[in-house]
Structures are given as C-alpha cells and as structure tokens.
C-alpha cells in the first residue's frame, strides 16, 4: 500500500485537530490559530492546505461519517438475526465498547447546527442522516418480520430512532454526566423490542 502523500498527512493532522479544539470550544471557538496550535503547524500551513476554517469542517464531516460507517459495517458483520442487525447498528452508534470517540460525538452534535448554515456541510450531514435511517427503515422491517409481526409505520419509527441517537449526542455534549454510562444503547434496543413487540401479529392477519 503506498505511503500517504505529505499533503494528506497534514491535511490529516490539521482535521483531527479541529476535531479536539471544536469537541473543547466549539466551532465559533476553533479558530485557526487554535487549530494550528493544537496541530502544531503555523497558521499559515493551515491555510495553505484549506482556503477557510468551513473547508477544514467539511473535512471533518466526511471523516466521522465515514468513520461511523465503518463502525456500523464492523458491528453488522458480527450480527447473526435480523433483530441483532439492528441492535448492531445502534451499538455502533451509541453503546461504549472501547472503540467510541468522544470528541466525534461532541462534534457531531455541533455539525448538525452548522448543517444548517453551511450547504456543503448540510449536504454531507444529511447524507449520512439519510443512509442511516434507510438501514435502520430496512433492518427493522425484517426484523419484524423474523417475529412474526407485521412492519406497519416502520419508516417514522427510522426517524425516530435516528433522532434518538442524534439527541443523546447533544446530551453527552452539553451535559455529559445526565446519561447513565451504558444506558443510551440500552434505551434505544429497548424502543426497538417495544416497536416490534406491538406489531401485528402476521399469523392472526393470514388466519
């Protein structure tokens, strides 16, 4: 595998500190200088490598969402029902298991705020908004199904369950300590088992 370029390490080192400075002071806070400090660059490295502080931003974005696409694909491998699919998905989300970073999560949580704002950042956010609800829509159909209950209303149920994870990440950023350790994964597989338990019965439907 070739070495990565001298430009995609730097770029590489000036993302990951926005990240860290953005997860302590926000993005109104990550300025330029902070970030070239925590990356131990010059400032003018920073803007040699991004025009602006949005570009290093939508960087990030695509980072994170990448890195949790991966976590969810590494968690559903392991998956063997359809019920643990979607509890894979959602662990990959939001259960701790040694592999989260927190400093994403912080972030992300701020990242859905300048989706608003910024349309290159709102395209990326909304992308993987997106892709997560379709599995979470798809996963949970069939996991009805393998219990024998209809899948009525499942695509509000998708939404709803990605704005439960996405308002656990506002939480663990603002007041960290308000969220029982563990209890966020938990909460959310809960929903899911109550969702699917009152379903219809498939077999009562036919009879």
């Known amino acids: 595998m070739a070495r990565p370029s001298n430009t995609d390490e730097r770029r590489a080192q000036i993302v990951a500190a926005l990240m860290r400075v953005m997860a302590v002071h926000g993005y109104e806070g990550a300025t330029v200088a902070r970030v070239a400090r925590e990356a131990g660059l010059?400032?003018?490295?920073?803007?040699?490598?991004?025009?602006?502080?949005?570009d290093i931003l939508v960087a990030l974005v695509d980072g994170i969402a990448g890195?949790?696409?991966?976590?969810?694909?590494?968690?559903?491998?392991?998956?063997?029902?359809?019920?643990?699919?979607?509890e894979a998905v959602i662990d990959a989300m939001l259960a701790r298991g040694g592999d989260?970073?927190?400093?994403?999560?912080?972030?992300?949580?701020?990242?859905?705020?300048?989706?608003?704002?910024?349309a290159d950042v709102r395209r990326l956010y909304g992308r993987?908004?997106?892709?997560?609800?379709?599995?979470l829509s798809a996963l949970?159909?069939?996991?009805?199904?393998?219990a024998g209950r209809s899948a009525r209303d499942v695509?509000?149920?998708a939404v709803a369950l990605v704005a439960m994870?996405?308002?656990y990440f506002a939480l663990a950023a603002a007041v960290p300590r308000i969220v029982p350790i563990g209890s966020a994964a938990a909460m959310a597989r809960a929903a899911v088992r109550g969702f699917v338990a009152a379903q219809?019965?498939?077999?009562?439907?036919?009879?």
Do not use: M
Request: hydrophobic share 40%; aromatic share 4%.
């Open 67 to 86: 890195r949790a696409a991966a976590r969810i694909a590494g968690r559903l491998e392991q998956a063997e029902t359809p019920a643990g699919r979607v």
């Open 42 to 54: 010059a400032s003018g490295l920073v803007h040699y490598h991004f025009a602006s502080k949005a």
């Open 140 to 146: 949970l159909v069939d996991a009805c199904h393998e």
């Open 165 to 167: 994870i996405e308002g």
């Open 100 to 118: 989260e970073d927190l400093d994403a999560v912080r972030c992300w949580s701020l990242i859905g705020a300048e989706a608003v704002k910024n």
């Open 155 to 157: 695509e509000p149920v």
């Open 128 to 135: 993987f908004v997106t892709s997560l609800t379709e599995r």
């Open 200 to 207: 219809p019965s498939l077999r009562r439907r036919s009879a």
